[in-house]
């Protein structure tokens, strides 16, 4: 697989984010699906619509959302579709909560390393595309949060997120917390569910990963540690592999002291084997060039 391009700009504002998107050169067609993650109630890190509205306006997109597999205030949708507009996102766009009403859509994942069926919210069914627009941070049961994440259990429904994270054995989320899998088979269907999303998409799909509060713990944390180190740019590019793999490496060889405990999370929850997985699946390679976008 030759090398995938990444584009970078170390220019953190809405402007920005457009403007890596068009440096994509990539036609959205049809109804675009707007992936994000709407933040949970009291946490302080998560990315506010405003920050999207720019690049979601210029796609006429749809903010998608699912519910959750643990509870808090995104675990109902009557819940969720009330953070959505507490947080903003209602304000500015069209909204859709992807399972709220079932049953799943059910993707088949022939070739998967664990899983071999992925559950996502119905509605996904209405786009003809996908636009990726990820927080990258780290995450207390993956290691980190970017695009492989978004494309896996930001895309499953409540049940499909249970699924997910107990590798394929049940998606009753009342005992899911006590019944989770060895680590790696976690992670390992994670990349398997993700490449059910992106490969459902047959192209239609672009990602940009924005490198901004930089916390160990996700936007799903209500309390969430302060991030540890300094913001650094974002990304795009159209391989979902390849733009986390290099959000990866920018931490890895930043020289901001505050990388240890992000790399400290990461590494603790073997976070990279996603990576690992997901090129093993082929639907993304970790060999990228980095083109910055002035």
């Known amino acids: 697989m030759e090398k995938a391009k990444v584009y970078f700009t170390k220019e953190l504002t809405p402007e920005s984010a457009l403007k890596m998107f068009k440096a994509l050169k990539k ?51 009557d819940k969720h579709k009330k953070l959505l507009e507490n947080h903003g996102w209602s304000k500015y766009f069209s909204v859709d909560l992807l399972d709220e009403e079932g049953p799943d859509l059910e993707l088949e994942i022939p070739n998967g390393k664990v899983l071999k069926q992925n559950f996502v919210g119905k509605d996904l069914a209405n786009y003809d595309s996908m636009l990726v627009l990820s927080h990258f941070k780290g995450h207390p049961m993956g290691g980190y949060g970017g695009a492989i994440k978004q494309l896996s259990i930001g895309c499953a429904s ?66 969430a540690e302060d991030p540890c180190m300094k913001d650094i740019g974002i990304l795009a590019s159209l391989d979902p592999v390849a733009i986390d793999q290099a959000c990866i490496d920018f931490v890895v060889n930043s020289d901001d002291p505050g990388k240890d405990h992000l790399l400290k999370r990461i590494n603790s929850r073997h976070g990279t084997h996603t990576i690992d997985a997901a090129a093993d699946l082929g639907f993304g390679t970790k060999e990228y060039e980095l083109i910055e976008v002035e």
């Open 158 to 223: 409540s049940e499909g997120k249970a699924w997910i994270h107990s590798a394929g054995k049940l998606k009753d989320q009342s005992i899911l917390w006590d019944n989770l899998p060895e680590q790696d088979a976690f992670l390992e269907s994670m990349a398997d569910a993700a490449k059910s999303v992106a490969e459902y998409f047959k192209g239609n799909i672009a990602y940009i990963n924005i490198m901004c509060n930089m916390s160990v713990d996700c936007d799903c944390c209500a309390v």
């Open 27 to 77: 036609d959205l067609p049809g109804r675009v699906a707007v992936k994000v993650h709407s933040g949970e109630a009291g946490n302080q890190n998560y990315l506010h619509p405003e920050f999207m509205k720019p690049t979601v306006e210029y796609v006429n997109g749809t903010i998608v959302e699912c519910n959750t597999a643990y509870d808090g205030e995104r675990n109902s949708s």
